[in-house]
């Protein structure tokens, strides 16, 4: 591994891995807590058709799919927030349609498609400078944007009728969460791909929650998680010849599992 | 009108075009301890939320103390009901309760040594400052209840509303807790939403019944028949539509 480390695209990798996990750990964490894993996934996957738009009209694929997860993020929140019952249908429709629409255009646009699967599996090998710099941006406005609304997050998170009691403006919140959502999300697909996201936002908040005594803690733990993840799967990745973000997530998944049957051991003793 | 805590005139509201709440008018008076009674799915929640100020009426109008809901929101007190938890929620009594403190701050959500002092205070009235490192998922469910009041009393609030308070506490604690309601009482009104007769005890002063129109009682003498009534008045009231007394007003 250490002889890896004299490659640029291994250093950038691994600050990739340490940039992504700050925003998974933070926002993972409210996603987990707010239950609303399957609107995550529905961003994830929707950002596939900013991707399309990207490669169709020949600007930034980061760019676009960001802009593009922003709008769904919004009509998302709009819609979870009017219709509560029907939700998760619309979400599913707009899940598929996003992709859809990804796939068309990419298929119009004439000539290379080489990049396409590293969108959908992630390319964390292929991270140039200048992404990581727009991802320390975006780490930057996430911690900032939590710490700064922290107490009304928990509030919304905890118990969203009693924050409505209070005059917390949950709907904004909301609103702000599913944004921030997305754009971690956008960061994210390049560490594991569009596909993974929802593993990575997901499993280190989830084994984070049992031994964290509040939400900033499971915060903490969720980043440190998630850094363990990305660096044991690109080590893996790198070691044996694998697809990085599917080792990355294989090695969550392994923790996961692992952390499911000790819940279970410390519960019948 | 002054001394008025809750008004509400002529208040209708509907899911999807079906009707759950039908012109319901209500005002309820400053130390006033009332108890809206009946049926699940009759409209006491909806109610609630309407004056909680969550829920906007199709219809009429709700006054808190002569002003809207969400204008009051510092002087509202909520407990709700402890099904609507998350165990598994990483967070501490501690910070449970500080969220009482919430109305009362600005936009940046900031505690400050004075609302670490009220909700310790609100923690000590209950008896539970000695459980403020513990999560909440890992009390009892009249612990976790005490904790929700506490809440809700660093507030320092004027209107104290209960959502199902017998529902997930034991019969031992319920007598408890009615005490300590009737002591709060004195220095607030408080309105108990409930589908169990239980909280029908000798410390509500007056009733109201609930089924998606509303019937007040206020005085009256408490005897078997009337228990009986009371407790199948959401029914019966709907069947031949007239209001009847159950409770006398309690002259302490």
């Known amino acids: 591994m250490l002889e890896a480390l004299q490659f640029e695209f291994m250093r950038n990798a691994l600050w990739a891995g340490l940039l992504a996990s700050v925003a998974c750990g933070i926002i993972g964490t409210l996603v987990v807590v707010n239950r609303i894993v399957f609107i995550s996934g529905g961003i994830a996957h929707a950002a596939y058709g900013g991707v399309g738009i990207a490669f169709f009209l020949g600007i930034s694929p980061t760019f676009s799919a960001a802009v593009f997860s922003l709008v769904i993020a919004a009509v998302m929140a709009t819609v979870t927030l009017r219709n509560k019952q029907r939700a998760d249908t619309i979400i599913g429709v707009l899940w598929a349609l996003g992709m859809a629409v990804g796939i068309i255009l990419i298929d119009l646009t004439s000539g290379y498609r080489v990049d396409v699967m590293s969108y959908l599996f992630g390319s964390i090998l292929a991270v140039p400078s200048d992404d990581l710099i727009m991802m320390v941006v975006l780490d930057v406005v996430i911690v900032a944007v939590v710490a700064f609304f922290y107490n009304g997050f928990l509030a919304m998170s905890f118990d969203e009728e ?80 694998l697809t990085s973000g599917a080792t990355v997530i294989l090695v969550a998944s392994l923790f996961f599992f692992v952390s499911l049957l000790w819940g279970r051991a410390r519960v019948s003793t | 009108m002054e001394d008025l805590a809750v008004e509400v005139r002529n208040v209708s509201f509907a899911y999807d075009g079906h009707p759950v709440l039908r012109d319901v008018n209500l005002e309820i008076r400053k130390g006033e301890f009332l108890a809206v009674m009946g049926p699940n799915g009759g409209g006491k929640t909806t109610l609630l939320k309407i004056l909680l100020g969550i829920l906007k009426p199709g219809k009429g109008s709700v006054l808190l103390f002569g002003k809207h809901p969400g204008e009051m929101a510092h002087k509202i007190g909520y407990v709700p009901q402890d099904t609507n938890i998350n165990k598994e929620f990483p967070i501490s009594v501690m910070d449970v309760t500080l969220m009482g403190r919430l109305a009362a701050l600005g936009s940046g959500w900031r505690y400050s040594a004075t609302d670490r002092l009220l909700a310790r205070q609100a923690l000590e009235r209950v008896k539970m400052w000695d459980y403020r490192h513990r999560p909440v998922g890992r009390l009892s469910g009249g612990q976790r209840q005490r904790v929700f009041i506490a809440r809700a009393l660093a507030a320092n609030p004027a209107i104290l509303f209960m959502d199902e308070p017998t529902a997930s506490v034991d019969k031992e604690f319920q007598t408890e807790l009615f005490e300590f309601l009737k002591e709060l009482n004195t220095s607030m009104t408080i309105v108990v939403v409930s589908h169990d007769m239980a909280v029908l005890s000798s410390y509500v002063k007056s009733v109201a019944c609930l089924n998606q129109t509303l019937y007040y009682h206020d005085a009256a003498e408490i005897t078997d028949e009337m228990m009986e009534m009371a407790y199948h008045c959401p029914v019966e009231l709907v069947a031949h539509g007239m209001p009847h007394r159950v409770l006398r007003r309690h002259e302490d």
Request: hydrophobic share 65%.
């Open chain 1, 162 to 241: 009693f924050a409505q009691t209070m005059g917390v403006p949950v709907k904004t919140l909301y609103f702000i969460l599913l944004g921030l959502m997305a754009l971690s999300v956008v960061m994210v697909i390049r560490v594991v791909g569009l596909i993974l996201v929802i593993a990575l936002l997901t499993i280190p908040p989830y084994i984070a929650e049992k031994f964290s005594v509040s939400l900033a803690w499971m915060m903490v733990f969720s980043t440190i998680l998630s850094c363990i993840f990305s660096f044991t799967g690109l080590w893996l990745s790198y070691a044996f010849n």
